[in-house]
T-cell receptor
Framework: GAVVSQHPSRVICKSGTSVKIECRSL??????MFWYRQFPKQSLMLMAT?????????EQGVEKDKFLINHASLTLSTLTVTSAHPEDSSFYIC??????????????FGPGTRLTVL | AQKVTQAQTEISVVEKEDVTLDCVYE???????LFWYKQPPSGELVFLIR??????QNEISGRYSWNFQKSTSSFNFTITASQVVDSAVYFC???????????????FGGGTRLMVKP
C-alpha cells in the first residue's frame, strides 16, 4: 500500500517551454502533498506544500508564478515549471500524506522526475 | 539554521566492514520524529525507519541498527557487514511542530554518500 507515482520519470525540454509533472497517490487519498527539488549531490529541499482544494504554500525563495502547483483531487497534484531555464534542471520529488495518517510525519515518496532543460 | 546535520558527506568502506552514519538534530519540540531514508542511484527514496522522541530503545533490523540518544540529540545508523548494494546516499530527517502545527513536514539532513567497494 501507499504507492505514489510520478509522471514523467524523465523529461528533456528546450529553454522557455513549460513542463508539467504529475504526482499521484495510487491506493490512498492524500489531502496534502509536498514537492521537493534536489540538485545533484545535494539534499532534498522543500519547495511547496500542496493542499487539496486550496492554494499551495510555497517555501521562502520559491517563485510561485514559476512553479505552479495544482491539487485538484485527493489523488493528484501537478507541478508546472513555466518558462523553464537550464538552472531549473533538477530532480523533482513529490510525497503524499494519507487522509488519516497513522504515523505522524510519515510521507510516501514518489520515484522522482528528472528535468533537463537545454 | 540547519536542524539536521549529517557531518559525513562521503564514506568509503570495503565490503563486510561495519559503518556508522551520524545524524545530529536540533528541535525545541518535545514530541518529534526521526527518520532515515536510503536513496540509491535510481533516485527513489526508500524508507528505512521512523522513531518517535519518546522511544529511546535501539532498534535492529537485519544488518541495520539505529542508536537514538536524546542526551546528545543523535540518531546514528549502523550497517553491519556492509555490502556493495548498500552503496547509496542516506538521509536523516526530522519532523516536528516548529514548521507547522501538524508536524508533518520533514527537514532533511545533507545526506551521507556511502560507497561500499568489493
Amino acid at each position: 500500500g501507499a504507492v505514489v507515482s510520478q509522471h514523467p520519470s524523465r523529461v528533456i525540454c528546450k529553454s522557455g517551454t513549460s513542463v508539467k509533472i504529475e504526482c499521484r497517490s495510487l491506493d490512498f487519498q492524500a489531502t496534502t502533498m509536498f514537492w521537493y527539488r534536489q540538485f545533484p549531490k545535494q539534499s532534498l529541499m522543500l519547495m511547496a506544500t500542496s493542499n487539496e482544494g486550496s492554494k499551495a504554500t510555497y517555501e521562502q525563495g520559491v517563485e510561485k508564478d514559476k512553479f505552479l502547483i495544482n491539487h485538484a483531487s485527493l489523488t493528484l497534484s501537478t507541478l508546472t515549471v513555466t518558462s523553464a531555464h537550464p538552472e531549473d534542471s533538477s530532480f523533482y520529488i513529490c510525497s503524499a500524506l494519507g487522509l488519516a495518517p497513522k504515523r505522524r510525519g510519515e510521507q510516501f515518496f514518489g520515484p522522482g522526475t528528472r528535468l533537463t532543460v537545454l | 539554521a540547519q536542524k539536521v546535520t549529517q557531518a559525513q558527506t562521503e564514506i568509503s568502506v570495503v565490503e563486510k566492514e561495519d559503518v556508522t552514519l551520524d545524524c545530529v538534530y536540533e528541535t525545541r519540540d518535545t514530541t518529534y520524529y526521526l527518520f532515515w531514508y536510503k536513496q540509491p542511484p535510481s533516485g527513489e527514496l526508500v524508507f528505512l525507519i521512523r522513531r518517535n522522541s519518546f522511544d529511546e530503545q535501539n532498534e535492529i533490523s537485519g544488518r541495520y541498527s539505529w542508536n537514538f540518544q536524546k542526551s546528545t540529540s543523535s540518531f546514528n545508523f549502523t550497517i553491519t557487514a556492509s555490502q556493495v548494494v548498500d552503496s547509496a546516499v542516506y538521509f536523516c530527517a526530522l519532523s516536528d511542530r516548529e514548521r507547522n502545527n501538524a508536524g508533518n513536514m520533514l527537514t532533511f539532513g545533507g545526506g551521507t554518500r556511502l560507497m561500499v567497494k568489493p
